[in-house]
């Protein structure tokens, strides 16, 4: 019996009597060889994603990135190009959401469940405590000219008593909203008040918030909540809550994979999500909760493709909103290799 150079396999002569044990023993070790050829295969694609990744990571980050062949990369806020639907901008993001009512304000105070009051004593910082309430709007929008109501006594006419005012998303447990402000003492005794802000606190629909206002000086004796007026303006972030992304690659030729990277935010009820790579229907490989730039934490989907991907590869994106539900598009792109 003859024996191959490289991998000791089994040749048979004619004179040979073939060998259960033999047989047997050449097929496991084709078996084991094939493993660690698709093992080895496998790592290297995992690394080439990486790369992928990283470098799309780094462009993104750029300024003024400069052409790259096999690099697509798109902040569609600033860039309008393939964007479609009935998405309108905002805080410098692409925003969809759909409302089965607008919202009034009568709404936002149901939706207001005070917890604690805001007490200051004069002198005695140490006893201070903040005002707490969840709030969870049914609906995305930006509640404007909010107003805290409450007494004071024993203080000085025109002093400040400087607090801040934080919305905390529950569900993530990060800060989505801070606001240092100073409330003036217009008069001096024992005074019951209402005054107004004239500052926008924009929200997300189906969020279980948190909304806290602290004191930062004890210069009086107080106690205050956070009130829902008439003079409260309250903006309902609703359209058709369609969005659509389309881009076509034009590369020099054909592309033996690639990946696909999408960020972006969901809220309350959500849509639904689709993606097409080529006219075919997608699923994420990889979903998972990162912190965007602007302190949200965000969705992160990639897609993965491991045949030929054509010179003219095409990306199709779109998402339609629930009633109740909110989209924000950060941004999204593709490398190929």
């Not at 309108?88 to 409302?99: H, I, M, N, P, Q």
């Not at 049914?138 to 909010?146: D, K, V």
């Not at 006594?153 to 025109?158: E, G, K, T």
């Amino acid at each position: 019996m003859n024996y191959t150079e490289n991998f000791h396999l089994p040749q048979w002569v004619e004179s040979d009597r073939i060998m259960m044990e033999d047989f047997n023993r050449m097929c496991e070790e084709i078996e084991k060889g094939l493993n660690r050829s698709s093992q080895a295969a496998e790592r290297g694609l995992d690394r080439l994603c990486r790369l992928a990744y990283n470098h799309y990571c780094m462009v993104q980050s750029l300024k003024n990135p400069p052409h790259q062949t096999g690099l697509f990369q798109q902040d569609p806020a600033k860039d309008p190009t393939g964007i479609g639907g009935t998405a309108v901008y905002w805080e410098g993001l692409r925003f969809a959401g759909k409302a089965e009512t607008p919202l009034t304000n009568e709404i936002l105070a149901s939706c207001l469940h005070k917890l604690s009051d805001m007490v200051v004593h004069k002198n005695q910082s140490a006893k201070n405590s903040a005002y707490t309430a969840t709030f969870q709007p049914p609906a995305s929008g930006i509640l404007q000219n909010f107003a805290l109501t409450g007494q004071y006594s024993d203080n000085a006419l025109r002093d400040v008593l400087p607090f801040r005012l934080t919305l905390t998303n529950q569900d993530t447990g990060r800060v989505e909203k801070t606001l240092d402000r100073e409330l003036i003492y217009s008069a001096s005794g024992n005074v019951t008040f209402t005054t107004h802000f004239n500052d926008a606190i924009p929200f997300m629909g189906g969020v279980n918030y948190l909304i806290t206002i602290e004191p930062k000086a004890a210069n009086s004796n107080l106690t205050v909540a956070l009130a829902i007026t008439q003079d409260t303006t309250s903006t309902t972030l609703s359209n058709d809550g369609i969005i659509t992304a389309d881009h076509t690659f034009r590369e020099p030729e054909d592309s033996s994979g690639g990946i696909m990277i999408l960020r972006c935010a969901l809220y309350g009820t959500g849509g639904e999500l689709s993606f097409r790579w080529d006219g075919v229907e997608r699923t994420p490989d990889i979903t998972r909760s990162i912190q965007a730039g602007d302190g949200r934490i965000i969705q992160e989907l990639i897609y993965r493709r491991e045949d030929v991907v054509p010179a003219d590869s095409r990306l199709s994106l779109r998402f339609e909103s629930a009633v109740g539900g909110s989209f924000l598009f950060y941004d999204w792109g593709a490398v190929l290799f």
